[in-house]
């Protein structure tokens, strides 16, 4: 049974930071794609960022480019979201999602992902 579980998430003052985790079992994310999405209260759910799209390609939302970094720990099978200099509209619950292949121009489609954390949330005060 494949199962992903984001941890890390807490409440911090603006430009704070914090380092999302997730990780993986039964299931490899060596090779696959696994990206970082986020919901905030009354909003749709969003990608931020993404590792081994295409082949091998790392992207970014242009929300968090330069503040934010992904980033994979094949060993240990976890992908972390180092999150700098937070802003308040960065408050949201932040979901791991993670599939064998996806587009490196589409790889916000969420219906790709079979695999979902249960969330993690962000909160940022100002």
């Known amino acids: 049974q494949v199962q992903l579980v984001e941890s890390g998430g807490d409440s911090v003052q603006t430009g704070g930071a914090l380092r999302l985790s997730c990780a993986a079992s039964?299931?490899?994310?060596?090779?696959?794609?696994v990206a970082w999405f986020r919901q905030a209260p009354g909003k749709g759910r969003e990608g931020v960022a993404v590792?081994?799209?295409?082949?091998?390609?790392?992207d970014y939302d242009d929300s968090v480019q330069g503040r934010f970094t992904i980033s994979q720990d094949t060993a240990k099978n976890i992908v972390w979201l180092q999150m700098n200099t937070l802003k308040p509209e960065d408050s949201a619950m932040y979901y791991c999602?993670?599939?064998?292949?996806?587009?490196?121009?589409?790889?916000?489609?969420?219906?790709?992902?079979?695999?979902w954390g249960q969330g993690t949330r962000v909160t940022v005060s100002s």
């Open positions: 999602a993670a599939t064998a292949l996806c587009s490196s121009f589409y790889w916000r489609r969420e219906a790709q992902y079979p695999y």
């Open positions: 039964g299931y490899s994310f060596r090779g696959k794609c």
């Open positions: 590792i081994g799209a295409g082949s091998g390609k790392i």
